[in-house]
């Protein structure tokens, strides 16, 4: 196993898997002078940040290692798997017009949706079809019949066209890889070339081009063969990791081995407080340690949360999308550090009131008909917005009852292996406590 790394949490992440004994390579500049890293073999996994810099994403097919040395330190994080790309013999299951997508059986009980507008001819109940999985949507796989088939240099999409990932920048490369997909015998594939391409030989682009289409003629066969649904290709596994604010400050340890660093760092980070963290961290050792992350605290306390400013609260979903409210914020209380908070917003739909407890790692939700509570893994609150991640755990207040939207998903999770034995018990404790009206 080889691992890419890129990020906030590259250099905590770095010695943590070079601990354990696990290859890094392709580094950049900084890290590989630090752990004196010279491979550049092409990594079976990479480790991304989140676009809202709320964890990572960890991708190929060694991911399952990787996780587990990540859980050994993010005990209270959430693990999100996806596999994508899976392909499957699907079954026309049914139709829902009010959706307007396919139902599909894929593989025993499992069934997936298929939008309408990407399918063309007759629904027929009960045919055979060719489906991919594009990711997932409460509990069922989100389907496409354009089918995608993973290289370690490309990938190759039926009726595509030629295109470039975006770490392939240079003008060179670009052409190069274009002039090479004009003297293919693509048919009716496009090719998206991804960054390792830019360095490769034609010949060994080319080898893997027609890998790629024999592995695409062998799933046709199985297909045509198939008289029930099943699944024809592995795909690829993706893992979202959300690291929880408590874990954040385990990784400042870690990289705290290999370089100076404050406690906060990787909190500070990922709310883009780069220039801030790095001036800290250059005094760190010239200055007291306390008297520098008081600094930091004076400093952001200066430009807020204020009272009645505009406000943004980021929610982070456990498969690595995002939404964002905005409000005004209200009621703030502050005692060395925000203890709560208020975003109220108004809407065509009506006003709603978000109430931010970060001691409690509870966001409540409350209009004039109902009120929502939302379990977190930590709510940060910094002066222009907070950040949180929503682990689908929810409770509504309706009048003097309260209900869980989902009484087993504490043993779901586990079962799934998407959170620790240790963080299960902390969540059972405050979800408990969140239930009393």
Not at 25 to 33: H, V, Y
Not at 185 to 192: A, S
Not at 208 to 224: R, T
Not at 261 to 268: A, D, K, P, V
Request: proline fraction near 2%; include cysteine; aromatic fraction near 8%.
């Amino acid at each position: 196993m080889k691992v890419k790394i890129r990020g906030i949490y590259s250099t905590a992440i770095t010695k943590l898997l070079i601990d354990e004994g696990v290859e890094v390579t392709q580094a950049n500049d900084a890290i590989k002078e630090l752990f004196k890293i010279q491979s550049e073999d092409r990594p079976t996994v990479v480790i991304e940040d989140l676009e809202t810099k709320a964890g990572v994403y960890v991708y190929g097919n060694d991911s399952d290692k990787v996780i587990q040395v990540l859980k050994k330190v993010c005990k209270s994080s959430f693990f999100y798997e996806e596999d994508i790309g899976k392909i499957y013999c699907g079954i026309i299951d049914s139709t829902d017009q009010r959706s307007k997508s396919i139902i599909v059986s894929l593989n025993g009980d499992e069934k997936g949706v298929l939008d309408l507008k990407n399918f063309w001819g007759y629904v027929k109940q009960g045919s055979k079809i060719l489906v991919q999985s594009k990711g997932s949507y409460d509990g069922k796989a989100m389907l496409s019949t354009q089918i995608r088939l993973f290289g370690d240099d490309l990938i190759i999409i039926k009726n595509g066209f030629t295109k470039m990932s975006r770490g392939i920048r240079s003008k060179e490369g670009k052409d190069k890889l274009y002039d090479i997909a004009k003297n293919l015998d693509l048919k009716d594939w496009g090719i998206l070339w991804t960054q390792s391409a830019e360095d490769k030989d034609e010949s060994v682009l080319k080898a893997e081009l027609e890998d790629l289409i024999k592995q695409e003629k062998e799933i046709s066969k199985k297909f045509e063969e198939a008289d029930k649904p099943g699944l024809l290709y592995s795909g690829v596994k993706k893992y979202f990791v959300l690291i929880s604010r408590e874990d954040k400050y385990e990784l400042d340890k870690i990289r705290g081995k290999a370089m100076p660093t404050i406690t906060g760092h990787h909190s500070l980070k990922s709310a883009g407080y780069t220039i801030l963290t790095d001036f800290a961290e250059e005094i760190l050792g010239k200055v007291d340690e306390k008297q520098v992350a008081d600094g930091i605290s004076k400093t952001l306390s200066r430009y807020g949360p204020a009272d009645k400013k505009l406000y943004k609260v980021i929610v982070t979903r456990p498969n690595g999308t995002s939404y964002r409210i905005e409000g005004i914020s209200t009621d703030i209380v502050n005692d060395n550090g925000v203890k709560s908070m208020k975003v109220s917003v108004r809407g065509n739909w009506g006003s709603r009131e978000y109430d931010l407890d970060p001691e409690k790692n509870i966001l409540t939700v409350r209009s004039q008909e109902s009120e929502e509570r939302i379990l977190t893994l930590g709510i940060e609150i910094f002066p222009k917005f907070a950040k949180l991640v929503d682990i689908n755990m929810h409770v509504k207040i309706t009048g003097q009852a309260a209900e869980a939207v989902d009484n087993e998903a504490i043993s779901k999770m586990l079962k799934k292996g998407e959170i620790t034995q240790e963080l299960a018990k902390k969540l059972e404790e405050q979800f408990s406590a969140m239930e009393k009206v």
